[in-house]
């Protein structure tokens, strides 16, 4: 739909109307973009919840002109329905993937150290107890997916000197890791892991990747941290793992189910720390989805340079 295949040139709705769009509307009229309500006139959408996929199914069938759709997430499996539904050739898809890339690799970076470190069991204690822990100076880190968070991450990464192996879907190297390897030889970098650090979008191919078979390839001394999604990770088999002390712990962003029960047992696993899917919060993110709405109206009335096209088959 980029270059000379672009989406029809009209109003914008933002949706869906229940929600406050101040920043957004300002964003798409700083793109050169016009707001309108949603009606036949419509030619694209900023939909600006996670909560209501449902609502934006049904406003693509009742307009189906509509040829552009800004989602507001970089992971897209909340509208895997509406994005089935509306695969075809006259619809634009764009996603935030990379706008949330920093606070994301922090939180990744946050939980890596404090799960090195052995903060969480610490945090729990009520004695003296005694010294042990982790350091990620000169560790081997294995990061699976090589978008925005990873790049991001490579850069934070660096001033502790450590050995970083990417695993990505695609063949290529990823500038500033030391080792780059496709997904099906993930089996092979695991054995020589110290921090695995799950980054990639969750699609079919990707559910359970880190099951009790991969959890076993992993030393001891490994620490999981996970701010992709849940569902990468089999979470039965990681509890297993973590009660049997075949690893050194997890630092969680995302779990499945999501979210995680009151009494579950992950809560009381020591050597867990888990945020509430925080890695980019509210308060971060809105200034970030702003840009990228600018930045992708802006292509929709004049450049075309799109920002985070989505592929509705692979589902990101």
Request: glycine share 8%.
């Amino acid at each position: 739909m980029t270059g000379e295949r672009r989406p029809i040139v009209g109003p914008i709705a933002l949706l869906p109307d229940t929600s406050p769009h101040r920043r957004f509307a300002a964003a798409v009229e700083a793109g050169g973009g016009t707001l309108g309500a949603l009606d036949d006139d419509t030619r694209g959408i900023v939909w600006l919840a996670n909560e209501d996929p449902d609502g934006l199914v049904d406003a693509l069938r009742e307009y189906p002109q509509i040829q552009w759709v800004q989602l507001p997430w970089a992971g897209v499996d909340a509208f895997a329905e509406a994005l089935a539904e509306n695969d075809r050739d006259d619809l634009l898809w764009t996603s935030a993937k990379g706008a949330y890339a920093q606070p994301v690799a922090e939180h990744a970076l946050a939980l890596s150290l404090a799960t090195l470190r052995m903060l969480p069991e610490r945090a729990r204690a009520s004695s003296w107890g005694e010294k042990k822990g982790e350091s990620l100076y000169g560790a081997r880190v294995t990061i699976v997916g090589a978008g925005g968070i990873a790049v991001e991450l490579l850069r934070l990464l660096e001033p502790f000197s450590a050995e970083v192996t990417v695993v990505r879907r695609s063949s290529g190297e990823v500038p500033g890791a030391q080792r780059t390897v496709t997904s099906d030889q993930l089996d092979e970098v695991l054995p020589d892991t110290d921090v695995l650090i799950l980054a990639a979008a969750s699609t079919g191919e990707t559910r359970h990747m880190i099951d009790a078979r991969r959890l076993a390839l992993l030393p001891s001394r490994a620490a999981l941290v996970n701010i992709a999604r849940g569902a990468l990770v089999d979470t039965d088999a990681l509890l297993a793992a973590l009660r049997a002390e075949k690893l050194l712990g997890a630092g969680l962003d995302v779990t499945d189910p999501e979210p995680l029960p009151d009494g579950h047992g992950l809560w009381s696993e020591p050597r867990v720390i888990i945020t509430p899917h925080s890695a980019d919060t509210p308060d971060m993110i809105a200034p970030l989805l702003a840009e990228r709405v600018r930045a992708n109206v802006e292509a929709f009335v004049s450049t075309g340079q799109f920002i985070g096209v989505v592929d509705p088959n692979a589902g990101y």
